[in-house]
């Protein structure tokens, strides 16, 4: 699979790397946003053209007021959603899709740069595929203990370089990774 883009993260965990509950809450993350500052996140959105996200952070993201995708093209990656709703149920410029392969194919024809890729599920796939550039983890000072995990089961180790870290206000910190090993294209960076 030929991916003409290159597929960025850009995400919150807790310390021990869940990304949200168990039951999908994450108050315990946005409760710190008056006290994080600037986090590189606004400079990140500017930088990207599409949005490929999973169903459950769609549907979690679509309560917000107002729809912080705003002018940006969201591909929804759900094998559950997929022909249940019509152009009219989404949010303008999103579209749903069921297979990675339907995913990838619309990117490289939509001619994507940059994607943000978010939602644990979406983020495990991309990472499988060899499809992840680089990833942002900005880290929380709180242990859940359990809840839904960033990463999970693989094929293969990934290998990532750390091309940045640094301490954000709150107590977090945030580092960054570029992914230099990619199985799927056969090519070490």
Not at 36 to 59: C, H, K, M, Q
Not at 88 to 114: F, K, M, Q, W, Y
Not at 141 to 163: A, N, Q, R, Y
């Amino acid at each position: 699979m030929k991916a003409d883009f290159a597929a960025s993260v850009f995400i919150g965990t807790s310390l021990d790397g869940f990304i949200a509950r168990e039951n999908g809450d994450i108050e315990w993350l946005t409760k710190w946003d008056a006290v994080l500052g600037d986090t590189g996140f606004d400079a990140f959105f500017a930088s990207i053209d599409t949005l490929v996200v999973g169903r459950n952070t769609y549907e979690t993201v679509r309560e917000f007021e107002p729809w912080p995708y705003e002018g940006k093209r969201v591909l929804v990656f759900s094998r559950t959603m997929a022909g249940r709703h019509t152009a009219d149920e989404l949010e303008p410029l999103t579209s749903i899709h069921d297979s990675l392969d339907e995913v990838v194919t619309t990117l490289n024809d939509d001619g994507a740069r940059r994607v943000y890729v978010d939602g644990g599920q979406t983020i495990q796939t991309f990472l499988r595929a060899g499809l992840i550039t680089d990833m942002i983890i900005s880290r929380a000072p709180v242990l859940l203990g359990s809840g839904i995990p960033l990463f999970g089961p693989l094929d293969h180790d990934i290998e990532l370089s750390l091309t940045g870290m640094r301490q954000l206000n709150g107590g977090f910190s945030q580092t960054t990774y570029k992914v230099v090993n990619d199985v799927v294209k056969g090519s070490a960076s």
